[in-house]
């Protein structure tokens, strides 16, 4: 998060764009808000915007857009374009009552957006701003994990696109064996309460993908984990691959045979807990 009273001139267009678009938001803002929640989805000749205002208590409520910063999104993304050579799909922005904002830029990432997208606009998109072949590309803006998986740093990326525009922290959780899993979070809101909250599909898919790259040949993978994320950026990632997890309801029979089929484990690093389950 950046504070708007530290302004420092960076000779950076996008950059005083940016900031310009945080302005206008509190200019804007009602009275006694703790948050305000900006989230885009802007592709060539389509625009649509959310903006949440977060109260100290209670749950969001939509605002209206100014129409010069709405403008300005679409400018930001075309300047970031030409200047970093791969524009960015999404855009969510935070700005709180102390003056502190930040953003989130998301390059490939599913988007997750609640309202449907023709087609056409993304063809036309894809021709007006070209992809170079950056596979993998994570959400931009603000640090997330330095060092560990590149599925971690995606994870979180994609965490901070979707929560909810009052998150102050989510906890998520994963367990699978074979082709079984649960999963689920709770979302911790500012003023004390918790929620429950799905995770999209995409997001899911992340674990998924971290758990299949990250198998070990002997070890076997994971089998359960446990993601937290405190606001703005602040992530812990948790793995198991010994204990067994706290299950919803015990996975059927067939998916311990199915687990080591997918990935095998040596006979010093199957757990007794799985072994008396009939998985060894």
Do not use: K
Request: one cysteine or more; a negative charge; aromatic letters at 10%.
């Amino acid at each position: 998060m950046t504070n708007l009273r530290d302004h420092q001139e960076s000779g950076s267009y996008a950059d005083d764009l940016e900031r310009w678009i945080a302005y206008r938001l509190l200019e804007a803002a009602p009275d006694g808000f703790l948050r305000l929640d900006l989230r885009a989805l802007v592709l060539r000749d389509f625009l649509d915007v959310r903006l949440a205002v977060v109260p100290p208590q209670g749950p969001p409520r939509s605002a209206p857009l100014p129409d010069d910063a709405r403008d300005c999104l679409v400018w930001l993304r075309e300047e970031m374009a030409a200047t970093d050579g791969y524009p960015w799909v999404s855009f969510r922005m935070f700005v709180d009552d102390g003056l502190d904002f930040g953003s989130v830029f998301n390059h490939t990432l599913d988007p997750c957006w609640d309202a449907e997208v023709p087609p056409e606009v993304w063809e036309a998109d894809r021709e007006a701003f070209p992809r170079p072949p950056v596979p993998g590309q994570p959400a931009h803006g603000g640090p997330v994990p330095a060092a560990g998986h590149p599925g971690e740093r995606r994870l979180a990326g994609h965490l901070r696109l979707t929560l909810p525009s009052h998150w102050s922290a989510v906890q998520l959780s994963y367990r699978a064996l074979g082709g079984y899993e649960e999963y689920g979070a709770l979302v911790h809101t500012p003023g004390g309460g918790l929620e429950p909250w799905m995770p999209p599909e995409p997001v899911i898919g992340h674990l998924r993908q971290h758990r299949r790259e990250t198998a070990h040949p002997a070890r076997g993978a994971w089998l359960s984990a446990s993601v937290e994320l405190t606001f703005p950026s602040q992530a812990r990632f948790t793995w198991n691959d010994t204990a067994e997890p706290r299950w919803l309801f015990p996975p059927p029979p067939q998916a311990y045979a199915d687990e080591l089929a997918a990935h095998p484990r040596a006979e010093a690093h199957v757990p007794p807990w799985f072994r008396a389950a009939g998985g060894g």
